[in-house]
Structure formats: structure tokens, C-alpha cells
């Protein structure tokens, strides 16, 4: 391959990780406005990160075409083509994100009541933490850094430990108070995008690696997410 060539390949693959740069900033912002918009009821700014969506989407759409086309011009091999589709698989996972910081935001628009300050730390506490994964895999994207990447694979683990125990808060609440379920509900749901933000993390964590090594994780993915086991008994409830 000429030098020419080469040149020509690097500079397409870092105008396409320059456009993955920018979809995971903005992802990133979209997940700090929509914890937020949550936390404080905030319309106005659940209404931006409805909005700012279209511009996840539209980034998403570029990386993959940018990625087809070079992988239609250059028939790259080996680490090449790794990088190409794991740039692709990264861009519908921060797609996917964005998505989930969309619909937490939504939730804003659909909880009237004042948020009790115990479980609202919570779900933001959450929210922070699914932050603080995203900001770490992509910037061990942005250096290549799978022992960075099985770092934040296995860190995981927490978000979903903290989700099960807002779950059975939540459910507490709702059983103690029926009046509580339409407020808890929202709440868990939002609980819930931020566990599934954390799986998109390790999903990105596990591309990194092989794009690195050029194998798949054969560890077990680690996951604590065991709100599908717990009883729905209601211990006040009479038998």
C-alpha cells in the first residue's frame, strides 16, 4: 500500500472518530440535561433533550455511511476493519443512550407531584453513575485502552446493585400507598434507562477489546440486575 494511501485512510478514520468524538459529547450532555430535567421537573429542558435527539440520530446516520464508504473504497483488513465496525457498533450503542436520556427526560413532563428527597437521590445518584461509565468508555475509546475498557465493564456491577435496591424502594412505596404507584412507576422507569445505559457501556467496553486484540471478552458479562426474581407480595397485604 502506498504512502499515499495510507495517508488518505488515516485521514478518513479520524474524521470518522472525529464524528464519534462528537456523538459521544453530545450523548454525554443529553444524560447530565435529562438527569436534570428529571430531578427537578424541569419541562423546559426535558424539552431540549427531546429535541437535541434528532442530532444523536443524524450523527449516527453520517459514521455509518462515512464507514461504508470506506469500506467500499479502501477494502480494509484485519485491525483496519475492526476499528471501522466497532466505530459502527459504537455509534448505535451512544444512539441507543441517547434514546434512553430522551425518555427519562419525558418523564419530567409526566410527574406532577413534588419528588420525595430520598428517592429522588437515588435515581439521580444512578443517573450520575451511568454518567460517570459513559464518560470513562468513551474516553477509553478515544485512546484505544482495553484494560480502561474492562475496567468500566466490570464496574457495572454497581449500577445494577444500586438498581435493585431503588427497585424494592420503589415497590415499597407503591405497596405502603397506592397513591404513590403513578409517581414510583415514572421513577422506576428512569431508574431503569440508567441500568440500560450502563449495559450500552459495556457493550462499547467489549468492542473496545476487540478491536484491541482482535477476539471477543470470553468472560461472563457481570450483571446484578435481579428485579425479574423479587416477590410482588405485599408484606401489609392480609394472607
Given at each position: 500500500?502506498?504512502d499515499?494511501?495510507?495517508?488518505?485512510y488515516?485521514?478518513?478514520?479520524?474524521?470518522?472518530?472525529?464524528?464519534?468524538?462528537?456523538?459521544?459529547?453530545?450523548?454525554?450532555?443529553?444524560l447530565?440535561?435529562?438527569?436534570?430535567?428529571l430531578s427537578?421537573?424541569?419541562?423546559?429542558?426535558?424539552?431540549?433533550?427531546?429535541?437535541?435527539?434528532?442530532?444523536?440520530?443524524?450523527?449516527?446516520?453520517?459514521?455509518?455511511?462515512?464507514?461504508?464508504?470506506?469500506?467500499?473504497?479502501?477494502?480494509?483488513?484485519?485491525?483496519?476493519?475492526r476499528?471501522?465496525?466497532?466505530?459502527?457498533?459504537?455509534?448505535?450503542?451512544?444512539?441507543?443512550?441517547?434514546d434512553?436520556?430522551?425518555?427519562?427526560?419525558k418523564?419530567?413532563?409526566?410527574?406532577?407531584?413534588a419528588?420525595?428527597?430520598?428517592?429522588?437521590?437515588?435515581?439521580?445518584?444512578?443517573?450520575?453513575?451511568?454518567?460517570?461509565?459513559?464518560?470513562?468508555?468513551?474516553?477509553?475509546?478515544?485512546?484505544s485502552?482495553?484494560?480502561?475498557?474492562?475496567?468500566?465493564w466490570?464496574?457495572?456491577?454497581?449500577?445494577?446493585?444500586l438498581?435493585?435496591?431503588?427497585?424494592?424502594?420503589?415497590?415499597?412505596?407503591?405497596?405502603?400507598?397506592?397513591?404513590?404507584?403513578s409517581?414510583?412507576?415514572?421513577?422506576?422507569?428512569?431508574a431503569?434507562?440508567?441500568?440500560?445505559?450502563?449495559?450500552?457501556a459495556?457493550?462499547i467496553?467489549?468492542?473496545i477489546?476487540?478491536?484491541?486484540?482482535?477476539?471477543?471478552?470470553?468472560?461472563?458479562?457481570?450483571?446484578?440486575?435481579t428485579?425479574?426474581?423479587?416477590?410482588?407480595?405485599?408484606?401489609?397485604?392480609?394472607d
Amino acid at each position: 500500500m502506498s504512502d499515499h494511501i495510507v495517508k488518505s485512510y488515516d485521514e478518513d478514520l479520524a474524521a470518522l472518530k472525529m464524528l464519534l468524538a462528537q456523538m459521544g459529547g453530545l450523548a454525554e450532555q443529553q444524560l447530565d440535561d435529562a438527569i436534570d430535567a428529571l430531578s427537578r421537573r424541569d419541562t423546559t429542558l426535558a424539552d431540549r433533550v427531546i429535541q437535541n435527539d434528532e442530532r444523536i440520530d443524524m450523527l449516527e446516520r453520517q459514521i455509518e455511511e462515512r464507514a461504508i464508504t470506506m469500506i467500499a473504497k479502501r477494502q480494509p483488513m484485519a485491525r483496519d476493519l475492526r476499528e471501522i465496525m466497532v466505530a459502527i457498533r459504537v455509534a448505535s450503542d451512544l444512539e441507543r443512550i441517547g434514546d434512553l436520556a430522551k425518555n427519562t427526560a419525558k418523564r419530567a413532563h409526566a410527574i406532577s407531584e413534588a419528588l420525595p428527597r430520598k428517592l429522588m437521590t437515588g435515581v439521580t445518584r444512578m443517573g450520575r453513575l451511568a454518567q460517570s461509565e459513559l464518560k470513562d468508555i468513551l474516553d477509553a475509546y478515544a485512546r484505544s485502552d482495553a484494560e480502561k475498557a474492562l475496567e468500566v465493564w466490570r464496574s457495572d456491577e454497581e449500577l445494577d446493585s444500586l438498581y435493585n435496591s431503588i427497585f424494592r424502594e420503589l415497590l415499597t412505596y407503591m405497596m405502603e400507598d397506592p397513591r404513590n404507584i403513578s409517581l414510583c412507576t415514572h421513577l422506576l422507569f428512569g431508574a431503569k434507562n440508567m441500568e440500560r445505559i450502563g449495559d450500552h457501556a459495556t457493550n462499547i467496553a467489549e468492542n473496545i477489546f476487540y478491536q484491541v486484540h482482535g477476539k471477543t471478552l470470553i468472560e461472563s458479562r457481570p450483571k446484578r440486575d435481579t428485579t425479574s426474581t423479587l416477590s410482588m407480595h405485599n408484606p401489609n397485604a392480609d394472607d
